[in-house]
């Protein structure tokens, strides 16, 4: 079946622009995460989706980033006023249930590089 | 002290090794343990969770050290395609948020 897809791949973007980052995860599964990797890191932790509301918002780093789920499916996260520590690769994962013993799926990521 | 600690690496082992990684975590309240793996520049997919009594799935092993604060990875007869990052994953109790470490990066060579 269909994983979990993100797009773009890439976005290159200028200094103070926005930009909006898509992620479609596997139907049905309702626990929607966002997280930001850097290179030589692990994947830290930005929002926790439980349906349609944004159950954890604590690892946005500030109020430049904002993400919605509106229908509980496809989640948008959407960054203003880029700067260049932004860039990094975002990642999307679903599960099919929140909680400790259900595998993260993870999307294939948005390169996003601020120039 | 950050709360899920990995050494880096990376671990240049020759195929057919055996290699080991620790993973040290610094809240004891830490529920739910995983490994997951990462191909450069792919996204991370779960190679196996971590069970208390220790769980062996082919040529891989996990444990769990809650003693000590520690899980690890066994990596037996080592072969090139195991040349990947390796994420600890960490969920503390009542939390739905996991913690990753950094990564352990392993290269497996002829």
């Known amino acids: 079946g269909a994983g979990v897809s993100q797009t773009p791949s890439n976005k290159v973007t200028e200094k103070g622009k926005y930009v909006e980052l898509r992620c479609d995860p596997i139907?049905?599964?309702?626990?929607l995460y966002w997280y930001r990797q850097s290179l030589g890191q692990g994947p830290e932790f930005l929002i926790y989706f439980q349906g349609t509301g944004a159950a954890d918002d604590s690892g946005l780093p500030n109020d430049r980033f904002f993400a919605v789920r509106p229908e509980g499916s496809v989640s948008t996260l959407k960054i203003q006023r880029t700067e260049r520590g932004d860039s990094a690769v975002y990642l999307c994962a679903s599960s099919l249930l929140p909680g400790q013993g259900y595998e993260q799926y993870f999307g294939p990521g948005t390169r996003l590089t601020v120039t | 002290r950050k709360e899920v600690e990995q050494d880096p690496g990376p671990f240049n082992v020759p195929e057919g090794a055996t290699v080991a990684f620790n993973c040290t975590y610094s809240n004891s309240a830490s529920q739910s343990f995983f490994w997951y793996r990462q191909d450069c520049r792919k996204e991370p997919k779960l190679l196996m969770s971590?069970?208390?009594s220790g769980n062996e799935d082919g040529r891989f092993t996990a444990q769990l050290n809650r003693a000590s604060q520690y899980i690890s990875l066994l990596i037996r007869d080592s072969k090139l395609s195991d040349s990947a990052t390796y994420l600890c994953?960490?969920?503390?109790?009542?939390?739905?948020?996991?913690?990753f470490g950094r990564g352990t990066s392993l290269i497996v060579h002829p």
């Open positions: 994953v960490v969920n503390v109790a009542r939390s739905y948020i996991p913690t």
């Open positions: 139907s049905g599964h309702t626990a």
């Open positions: 971590v069970y208390s």
